[in-house]
């Protein structure tokens, strides 16, 4: 797109990891970007942004931006760095990895890495053909959703299973641990149209939050028992004999024994693990089933607790109880990325993975660097791209204790001198989205989205393409797989023979910016009218015949596994989990610490991203912990007052606020502040790195604290 000589629109994508993936115009005026907004002809984005992004020029020319590569002058942690030239830098990563691997082998080198940018070029696998031929130490990526996808593709299987704008023909929509305005904010119109037409949105969260107090009924369930309340909705639908036998007879299979699980499941009972009255739970159940089409959607959050996995194979049952995937606009939305054929396999070439490679997962980091994780070969070198995991993993002291390491050679690529990036030897400059080539994939909709740089690189930041190019040429390495540029790449990233590509070009896919998959239309869009899961049975599997092997970890996450990991039997059929930490699982650990710690995503941070912008900060404000007013009354806390929250995990600083938008016994500290600007810990101080049952998903939300005056 291009208007006049000194003034041009760039067709742009969002690059966070949201489910909206938003088509973004940018102006572009000789030579500088100057404004940035949504696409209107966008049918998701629908020509709006959100508060983190509608001055994301701000982000790109920030005078925080890391714009040179960067060696530590003082200690780490300190944030003293002197400028060097990225040959000097190359020339010092690959001597100091080259004599790792000569002394303790390449296993002791490891990459960490997340979704900073979620582009197929640049994002989750970027590195991982570099690290793989390298023969270092696998990663095992598990931030988000690892759990819940796992346990969904056990009961439906790789499905996009409904389209999200599907929602405006919906009659009953859940929005289950979901805070669609704040973290799926382009997915409101469609559940507002729908509930402008008369439908009912019902949301299930321990806290009103933005979303809940749109809704039409708030439902303020105690965390961690969502599968229990599933459970006795199943309990009433069966009783009163609301079931689509139809549909269960032909589409699904194991109904007898999931009858037997629900029956152990009565209204009373799900009561009182819940906190929820039992006619609200009737009441729940009648309207849920009889309400056609009924549709539910699921949040990450659904899964950070001892039994996330079990608890989505529960809400992945219940759709084709009632028969709800017979309509248009009815079934669970989980993730549409399975309808996105992404060539993964030839970005992370798994084929290169030497046998016998260890893996360490991503909450391990803190174990791993400080030696309480045994390791056969101990960690040495650390490479951290596209991830700040100072802020987004539990056991932040452990975590920073081991990246104070002398011994510890640490490479940090990034935008931004962050908590993690202050630890580094080595900073290597990224580029923003505004000055890189990338096509998006989304977890939130049915679009591919083209990001065509704006703008050309600032000072000497490249993308991470060019950033593992150019590592690869200092290691050696001379394969074809580096010498591709990023079009190559981009078009090398899509399988084209796939039937959904069908009528999409590259070409094409640039002019307009953004594609949907031939999948079909919203009014239309129906994949499980009959049945046709792509499950081993081609049915709903209430019984759920992968669980039979153990518990797995998808390759996405794990590249090049998806092996079940023995001795890790799963039930196979929904049960409740109850949570680890709840004052009815350990009344001891309940009365030294009695509240339920909630991190949920901040309204205008992307996780961690933008804890040091001003206009977000401004948002933000500081990291704050919210509680019930009979909680601060009983505590003597008043409203802005400082507080510890703590266990014996740790402890953070936090503004109280009061607020009966949480439930008494239930805390709110949300994620994304900065360690460095809160006193030097934020919430992940005191959270678990315990995994819940499926996937090694993590378990946030099963988390006691203390809150006392400070
Ligand atoms: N307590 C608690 N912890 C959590 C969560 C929670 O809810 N509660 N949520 C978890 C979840 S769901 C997730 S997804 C993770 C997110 O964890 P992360 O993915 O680590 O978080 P982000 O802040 O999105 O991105 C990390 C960094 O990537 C950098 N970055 C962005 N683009 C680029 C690029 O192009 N190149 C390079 N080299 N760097 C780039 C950004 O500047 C940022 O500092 O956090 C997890 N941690
Ligand atoms: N503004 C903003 N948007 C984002 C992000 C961000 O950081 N900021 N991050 C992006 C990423 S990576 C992700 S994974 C998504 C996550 O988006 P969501 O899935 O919406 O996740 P959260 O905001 O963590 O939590 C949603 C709600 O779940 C509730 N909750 C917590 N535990 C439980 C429970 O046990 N049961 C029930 N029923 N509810 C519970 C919380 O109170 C919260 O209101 O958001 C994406 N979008
Ligand atoms: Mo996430």
């Not at 890391?66 to 830098?89: Q, Y």
Request: aromatic share 8%; charged share 20%; hydrophobic share 40%.
């Amino acid at each position: 797109m291009s208007n006049s000589a000194d003034s041009q629109t760039v067709l742009a994508a969002c690059p966070h990891d949201c489910p909206d993936t938003c088509s973004m115009l940018v102006t572009v005026e000789n030579g500088r970007a100057v404004s940035v907004r949504g696409n209107p002809d966008h049918p998701f984005t629908r020509g709006g942004l959100c508060v983190k992004v509608n001055n994301y020029q701000d982000r790109t020319y920030s005078p925080d931006r890391i714009l040179h590569p960067l060696r530590r002058t003082g200690a780490k942690g300190s944030g003293s760095f002197e400028r060097i030239p990225w040959d000097e830098a190359l020339g010092e990563i690959k001597k100091r990895w080259t004599a790792i691997i000569d002394e303790h082998g390449p296993q002791a080198i490891l990459p960490y890495s997340y979704l900073g940018t979620e582009g197929i070029l640049n994002g989750l696998n970027v590195g991982d053909a570099f690290f793989n031929k390298l023969g270092a130490t696998i990663s095992e990526r598990t931030f988000c959703d690892a759990g819940a996808v796992t346990a969904f593709v056990m009961t439906c299987g790789p499905t996009a299973a409904v389209d999200p704008e599907s929602f405006k023909h919906s009659r009953y929509i859940i929005l289950w641990a979901c805070n669609t305005i704040s973290t799926n904010l382009h997915h409101w119109p469609f559940i507002a149209e729908a509930q402008a037409n008369g439908a009912k949105v019902v949301v299930i969260d321990p806290v009103a939050s933005r979303t809940a107090k749109k809704a039409d009924w708030h439902i303020a369930i105690r965390p961690g028992t969502d599968a229990a309340l599933a459970l006795g909705m199943m309990n009433v639908i069966i009783a009163e004999g609301l079931v689509d036998e139809d549909y269960v007879a032909n589409y699904t299979v194991g109904y007898d024994e999931l009858k037997a699980r629900a029956a152990e499941f009565p209204p009373e009972k799900v009561a009182e693990i819940t906190g929820i009255p039992a006619e609200d739970i009737v009441t729940l159940a009648r309207e849920y089933a009889t309400t056609q089409p009924s549709v539910i959607r699921m949040g990450v959050a659904i899964e950070r607790h001892a039994g996330g996995g079990q608890t989505v194979r529960a809400l992945a049952c219940l759709p084709a109880l009632v028969g709800a995937w017979r309509h248009v606009g009815g079934g669970i939305l989980h993730m549409p990325i399975w309808a996105f054929p992404v060539d993964w396999g030839a970005l992370m070439r798994p084929d290169w993975i030497k046998e016998g490679t260890p893996v360490i997962n991503q909450w391990r980091l803190g174990a791993a660097l400080t030696g309480e994780e045994k390791l056969a070969t101990p960690i040495k070198a650390l490479m951290v791209y596209n991830a700040n995991p100072v802020v987004v993993v539990p056991d932040q002291a452990r975590t920073i204790e081991g990246l104070e390491r002398e011994d510890l050679f640490t490479v940090v690529s990034e935008q931004f001198m962050t908590d993690t990036a202050r630890y580094a030897d080595i900073v290597l400059p990224a580029t923003t989205q505004l000055e890189q080539l990338d096509v998006m994939f989304s977890w939130g909709h049915l679009y591919l989205t083209f990001n065509e740089p704006a703008i050309a690189p600032l000072g000497e930041s490249v993308p991470n393409t060019e950033l593992f190019r150019r590592l690869a040429n200092a290691m050696g390495f001379n394969d074809e797989y580096w010498a591709r540029s990023d079009e190559q790449m981009a078009k090398e990233s899509l399988d084209w023979s796939n039937p959904v590509l069908a009528g999409i070009s590259m070409e094409g896919l640039r002019e307009k910016g953004y594609a949907r998959l031939a999948v079909g239309s919203p009014d239309d869009f129906c994949p499980h009218k009959e049945g046709n899961f792509p499950t081993p049975s081609g049915k709903c599997e209430f019984k759920a015949s992968m669980a039979e092997g153990g518990n797995i970890v998808l390759p996405l996450f794990r590249q090049g596994s998806n092996e079940f990991q023995p001795g890790d039997p799963i039930d196979p059929v929904p049960n409740y989990i109850p949570p680890t930490e709840s004052p009815a699982t350990n009344p001891a650990l309940a009365a030294k610490y009695p509240l339920n710690l909630l991190s949920p995503k901040s309204h205008a941070f992307l996780n961690s991203s933008y804890g040091n912008l001003q206009a977000q900060l401004h948002h933000a404000q500081g990291q704050q912990v919210i509680i019930h007013p009979e909680d601060a009354r009983s505590r003597g806390l008043n409203e802005g007052a400082m507080a510890r929250v703590f266990n014996d995990r740790g402890s953070f600083q936090a503004v109280v606020k009061i607020s009966d938008d949480v439930r008494p016994g239930v805390a709110v500290a949300p994620l994304g502040y900065w360690a460095s600007r809160s006193g030097g810990s934020t919430v992940n101080a005191v959270n678990p790195t315990r995994y819940a049952d499926f996937g090694h998903a993590p378990t946030f939300s099963d988390n006691l604290v203390e809150v006392a005056a400070s």
